[in-house]
């Protein structure tokens, strides 16, 4: 047993003396070939070293045995020996054509900035000792072959430099194409150089930048920018390829709606690429072909909306009204949808039609044509809003009414290159109209209310209750009341329960509930589900609110508003603006007998009920007791 273990750790020492004798030696890496380049076009070689002693910065050195000198080595460049390049290879060093480039003190490259044909051949990366012991390898081999360079690129129609409209479309196209014997793919990219300002080096400074738009890449995928993906998921941006002839690519871009930031100059770059032995992609030509500048026209600095007629505008009441808007300066050629809307600010109640208020929206067309109006949606039925011709839209009220008076806006939001706009995408630009000011001549109109709960009995739960409201109407021509009838709680008595408790602020008012209204055409509304109401009119100037079975609910401090109508020549009828407010009236219902009889009665039986139950339960134990006893004596 005590051999069998000998035996097993003389075995483990072993293997461990040769893991670490092999972890330790010196393995010099470089990649796999063969690896195809492209003549004319950089190479690009990694060696690395590890497991080595001494210094971890380590020198390296390059040989070339090229396929046409048998087999006999050449010295490229070293990183310790200046005088190390043969004779092809030194001036190329000199000028700095062919180096080598550190990655870190362990792992180098050798750059050959242009590539020859007679620079084919096998290239050895070797590493001079800096070990105690000569231990493992000190060079690697990798046989780069040099292929023709076939990159063709061509465009069909350059850019002329000439402004182009901001929203008009455009489009470039870019030819390419390979001749090679290996595999390879191809890549294409159209790209931007601009000017950008705000950069590092200078507070508004210009510097170039360069943005690619969109690509094809070398698995003939379509790949866009970081800026430009956006437009590319909205459909703005598009690229693809079409066969052209003898075998070329033919690749199209377009922008349907182009933006100020796509101003500068555009360029197409077309690479060859190849896979590799470790399965890596590389690229191995490349060629870029500027296709021209290109400066977008902002549509703010041309276009122009205008409104008519101009100025102030007075009208009769019952009159049309009229309103034209014209947008000038929107390019022709650039198929764009236009929002327009009627705005409107101001009304007949405001001392002045143009002073504050809010603007409200009176119509609108979409880009599609769809005409929506306002808050006030009657006005579909008594006015139009329609596209007269190109770029000019009419608005027209049928017969103008005092509420119709305020200053009008024409606002056109332009949506350029884009006819039919989703409604998440933001308008190019929006611009507004001078205002027109538009006066109703309005006649002087008085109404009065007066709310008022005739004589009668007093009031009382389930009975009918009644209150009339006289209204007058001071005015010239025909006119009608529309009288709402309103109820407010009865107000609770304040008790003041400490000193300082009139420092308390007072409770808000409750807010009064629309009861029942009698429309100026006779019709009548009711808003109150639970009671049973009613509202008629006695006489021209004489309205009536009757509440049928009525409840505690139905208590409360009610009143009437009056609103006069006015008859236009035409016969329409519209609001003058003249209201009024009458009195509150106070409505209070007392209980009926019967209920007031109901409560001894119902108390009275209740005490009988208690005082019987207390007899009988005396009783009954009274002679339950005595009944105990007689048994007991017996």
């Known amino acids: 047993m005590r051999t069998m273990m000998a035996s097993m750790k003389a075995a483990f020492f072993l293997f461990l003396h040769w893991v670490l004798q092999h972890a330790l030696c010196r393995h010099v890496a470089v990649p796999a070939g063969p690896l195809y380049r492209v003549a004319g076009f950089p190479l ?163 510097v170039s930048t360069v943005r690619e738009i969109i690509s094809i890449d070398k698995l003939l995928g379509v790949v866009p920018g970081r800026f430009y993906k956006k437009r590319y998921d ?66 703010a600095e041309s276009m122009r909306v205008t409104s008519s007629p101009t100025g102030e505008v007075t009208l009769q009441i019952g009159s049309p009204l009229i309103l034209t808007c014209e947008i000038l300066g929107l390019p022709p050629e650039v198929n764009s949808g236009l929002l327009v809307q009627w705005m409107k600010r101001g009304s007949v109640s405001s001392d002045s039609v143009g002073a504050g208020g809010v603007e409200v929206e009176v119509a609108q067309m979409t880009p599609n044509g769809i005409v929506s109006w306002g808050d006030d949606l009657s006005r579909a039925s008594g ?44 308008a190019t630009l929006t611009q507004r109209s001078e205002g027109v000011t538009v006066n109703l001549k309005t006649k002087d109109v008085l109404v009065t209310a007066v709310a008022q709960l005739p004589r009668g009995p007093l009031l009382k ?82 309205y009536r609110l009757r509440v049928h079975m009525a409840t505690t609910d139905d208590q409360g401090m009610y009143a009437c508003h009056a609103e006069a109508w006015g008859q236009d020549p035409h016969g329409g009828w519209y609001r003058t603006g003249a209201k009024a407010e009458s009195n509150a009236v106070n409505v209070y219902l007392y209980a009926r007998a019967a209920d007031l009889l109901l409560i001894p009665l119902v108390v009275g039986i209740s005490s009988a009920l208690f005082v019987g139950i207390v007899i009988i339960a005396t009783v009954t134990c009274c002679f339950m007791k005595r009944l105990a006893r007689q048994r007991a004596r017996k």
């Open 234 to 299: 909205d459909g703005e941006i598009t690229l693809e390829k079409r066969n052209g002839e003898g075998g070329q690519g033919v690749y199209v871009m377009k922008m349907t709606a182009v933006q100020p930031d796509d101003s500068g100059s555009y360029f197409c770059e077309a690479s060859q690429w190849i896979l590799d032995p470790n399965r890596s992609w590389q690229k191995i030509a490349q060629r870029t072909l500027d296709i021209g500048n290109l400066t977008v026209q902002q549509l």
């Open 383 to 426: 006015g139009s809003m329609e596209k007269a011709a190109e770029g000019k839209y009419s608005l027209k009220l049928f017969s103008a009414q005092p509420a119709d008076s305020g200053v009008y806006r024409c606002v056109v939001s332009v949506y350029a290159g884009r006819r039919n706009p989703g409604q998440s995408v933001p």
């Open 461 to 542: 739960r389930g009975s009918t209750v009644t209150l009339i409201c006289n209204t007058t109407v001071t005015t010239t021509g025909p006119a009608q009341v529309q009288v709402h009838w309103l109820r407010w709680p009865i107000p609770e008595p304040v008790i003041k329960k400490a000193p300082d408790a009139a420092m308390l602020k007072p409770p808000a008012p409750p807010e009064p509930k629309l009861i029942a209204s009698l429309m100026y055409n006779g019709v009548s509304n009711i808003y109150i589900n639970h009671s049973e109401i009613s509202i008629d009119r006695l006489s021209v100037n004489s």
């Open 44 to 206: 690009s070689l990694p060696c690395a070293v590890s497991g080595y002693e001494g210094s971890r910065t380590q020198d390296f050195e390059w040989f070339l045995f090229r396929d046409d000198a048998a087999g006999r080595q050449m010295g490229v460049v070293s990183t310790r020996d200046k005088g190390f390049p043969y004779a092809p290879f030194q001036a190329r060093v000199t000028s700095g054509e062919v180096r080598v480039e550190r990655d870190s003190g362990d792992k180098v490259r050798l750059i050959i900035q242009r590539l020859r044909p007679d620079d084919q051949g096998k290239y050895e990366c070797y590493t001079p000792s800096t070990d105690s012991s000569y231990q493992g390898n000190y060079s690697a081999t990798v046989a780069v072959k040099v292929i023709p360079d076939t990159l063709q690129i061509s465009y069909s129609r350059s850019l002329t430099g000439q402004p182009v409209s901001e929203g008009a479309s455009l489009t470039l196209t870019c030819s390419a194409s390979i001749q090679s014997e290996q595999l390879t793919h191809l890549s294409i990219t159209f790209g931007k150089r601009g000017g950008a300002e705000g950069s590092p080096s200078g507070a508004g400074e210009e």
